[in-house]
């Protein structure tokens, strides 16, 4: 017994040395793989061989650090008193030269213009003067005329102006005074305007008629856009009531335009009829000449204004006028009848017009330019013909107006 438990302790002794031996080999191959690992990684990486991490960097080779400068002392500034808001006003104000021509079969005219007016475009002041040459149908004078854009549009213009024509018995001279309150509304696709005044002059040279009156003007227009195509609509209309000599009159008138068109072109038809109720030649409805920046805005109502034919060609009670228009980018080719009493004219022509509003910065009042021929289908007479066959038939004209 005693043998066999020297045998047994021997036996787990060398089982206890063997395993010993094992653990001892495999600690050593483990050791050795991770020295074999960790010397292939410093083979791969030679640059970061034997580098110690946890040492700090060696700065002592460094020049010396770079100082920020100090900042700026604060600059003392002298107490200021808060400034109150005000109101834009007038502005400031610049001053140019401007002029503008009326030119037409029957007369040649130039006008000069000193304009005074702020940067903003709310105030415009014209100082007016006009030339015409001898040959009779044109305008001359000089005038003053000012407008202020604030909530409401007021203008003001005083003249003194003389209209002459190639009949014989024809002479308009007028000098007096128009003030003019209006508003304007703009919206997607349209707008509308509105305005109320009215007029006192009197005639000098072999014209005596003392003349006032009161007037209203309205106008609308809207385009609605069906995908690619437009459709226009416009309507105007107007009043005047007034007296010349205690002969009292009224006038009325009405018309609008209706179309449609797309990006750059559209077509339509246009109309404006009207009538007057007693006054005298001078208050009638006359055919003829062209817009004039001389004479007040609410003179031109009583005008039929066509350039081929001369200012006074034919007078009435009533008037209408219908067109048709076809503009391509301010480019209009258009047919056109005027009624003015017993007299009737009938035109075909090509015309192209550019109407601008006062503009800011730029400091210009509102500006209508226009130049066109025409061919005369039927004249005062009666129907041409064979029309525009003949260089008479034909008549050519350029204008350019200003509107404070």
């Not at 007028?174 to 003019?180: D, F, H, T, Y």
């Given at each position: 017994?005693?043998?066999?438990?020297?045998?047994?302790?021997?036996?787990?002794?060398?089982?206890?040395?063997?395993?010993?031996?094992?653990?001892?080999?495999?600690?050593?191959?483990?050791?050795?793989?991770?020295?074999?690992?960790?010397?292939?990684?410093?083979?791969?990486?030679?640059?970061?061989?034997?580098?110690?991490?946890?040492?700090?960097?060696?700065?002592?080779?460094?020049?010396?650090?770079?100082?920020?400068?100090?900042?700026?002392?604060?600059?003392?500034?002298?107490?200021?008193?808060?400034?109150?808001?005000?109101?834009?006003?007038?502005?400031?104000?610049?001053?140019?030269?401007?002029?503008?021509?009326?030119v037409g079969p029957h007369h040649i005219g130039l006008h000069g213009m000193l304009h005074v007016g702020d940067v903003a475009g709310r105030l415009h002041v014209m100082g007016l003067a006009g030339w015409r040459s001898e040959k009779p149908g044109g305008t001359d004078g000089f005038g003053l005329a000012a407008a202020y854009r604030g909530?409401?549009?007021?203008?003001?213009?005083?003249?003194?102006?003389?209209?002459?024509?190639?009949?014989?018995?024809?002479?308009?001279?007028?000098?007096?005074?128009?003030?003019?309150?209006?508003?304007?509304?703009?919206?997607?696709?349209?707008?509308?305007?509105?305005?109320?005044?009215?007029?006192?002059?009197?005639?000098?040279?072999?014209?005596?008629?003392?003349?006032?009156?009161?007037?209203?003007?309205?106008?609308?227009?809207?385009?609605?856009?069906?995908?690619?195509?437009?459709?226009?609509?416009?309507?105007?209309?107007?009043?005047?009531?007034?007296?010349?000599?205690?002969?009292?009159?009224?006038?009325?008138?009405?018309?609008?335009?209706?179309?449609?068109?797309?990006?750059?072109?559209?077509?339509?038809?246009?109309?404006?009829?009207?009538?007057?109720?007693?006054?005298?030649?001078?208050?009638?409805?006359?055919?003829?000449?062209?817009?004039?920046?001389?004479?007040?805005?609410?003179?031109?109502?009583?005008?039929?204004?066509?350039?081929?034919?001369?200012?006074?060609?034919?007078?009435?009670?009533?008037?209408?006028?219908?067109?048709?228009?076809l503009d391509i980018q301010g480019n209009v080719a258009s047919w056109q009848r005027h009624s003015v009493g017993d007299a009737q004219v009938e035109l075909i022509g090509l015309s192209s017009r550019i109407r601008l509003e006062p503009t800011p910065l730029v400091g210009i009042p509102a500006i209508d330019v226009e130049a066109g021929a025409?061919?005369?289908?039927?004249?005062?007479?009666?129907?041409?013909?064979?029309?525009?066959?003949?260089?008479?038939?034909?008549?050519?004209?350029?204008?350019?107006?200003?509107?404070?």
């Amino acid at each position: 017994a005693e043998t066999a438990e020297t045998a047994e302790t021997a036996e787990t002794a060398e089982t206890a040395e063997t395993a010993e031996t094992a653990e001892t080999a495999e600690t050593a191959e483990t050791a050795e793989t991770a020295e074999t690992a960790e010397t292939a990684e410093a083979a791969e990486l030679p640059e970061l061989a034997g580098t110690d991490w946890l040492d700090r960097p060696d700065f002592s080779e460094l020049g010396p650090l770079a100082l920020l400068p100090k900042p700026p002392a604060p600059i003392a500034t002298p107490d200021t008193e808060e400034v109150d808001p005000r109101r834009y006003g007038v502005g400031r104000l610049e001053m140019r030269p401007l002029a503008g021509t009326s030119v037409g079969p029957h007369h040649i005219g130039l006008h000069g213009m000193l304009h005074v007016g702020d940067v903003a475009g709310r105030l415009h002041v014209m100082g007016l003067a006009g030339w015409r040459s001898e040959k009779p149908g044109g305008t001359d004078g000089f005038g003053l005329a000012a407008a202020y854009r604030g909530p409401a549009r007021v203008r003001v213009h005083a003249y003194r102006v003389r209209e002459s024509s190639t009949r014989a018995d024809y002479s308009v001279a007028r000098q007096g005074a128009e003030l003019g309150l209006g508003e304007a509304w703009t919206w997607n696709g349209g707008g509308a305007a509105v305005e109320v005044g009215g007029l006192v002059d009197a005639g000098f040279g072999d014209s005596t008629e003392l003349r006032n009156f009161g007037f209203g003007t309205g106008a609308v227009s809207h385009v609605q856009w069906a995908g690619t195509v437009a459709l226009l609509a416009e309507l105007e209309g107007g009043v005047q009531i007034g007296a010349t000599d205690a002969q009292s009159w009224s006038r009325t008138q009405a018309g609008g335009a209706l179309g449609f068109g797309g990006r750059g072109w559209s077509l339509a038809g246009r109309g404006l009829f009207g009538s007057v109720a007693g006054g005298t030649e001078l208050d009638a409805y006359r055919l003829g000449g062209q817009r004039s920046t001389l004479m007040p805005e609410s003179m031109h109502m009583g005008h039929v204004l066509v350039p081929a034919f001369a200012p006074g060609s034919a007078f009435g009670a009533s008037r209408s006028s219908v067109a048709a228009e076809l503009d391509i980018q301010g480019n209009v080719a258009s047919w056109q009848r005027h009624s003015v009493g017993d007299a009737q004219v009938e035109l075909i022509g090509l015309s192209s017009r550019i109407r601008l509003e006062p503009t800011p910065l730029v400091g210009i009042p509102a500006i209508d330019v226009e130049a066109g021929a025409s061919c005369t289908i039927v004249n005062l007479d009666g129907p041409v013909d064979k029309p525009c066959t003949h260089l008479e038939d034909y008549a050519g004209w350029a204008s350019i107006v200003w509107r404070p």
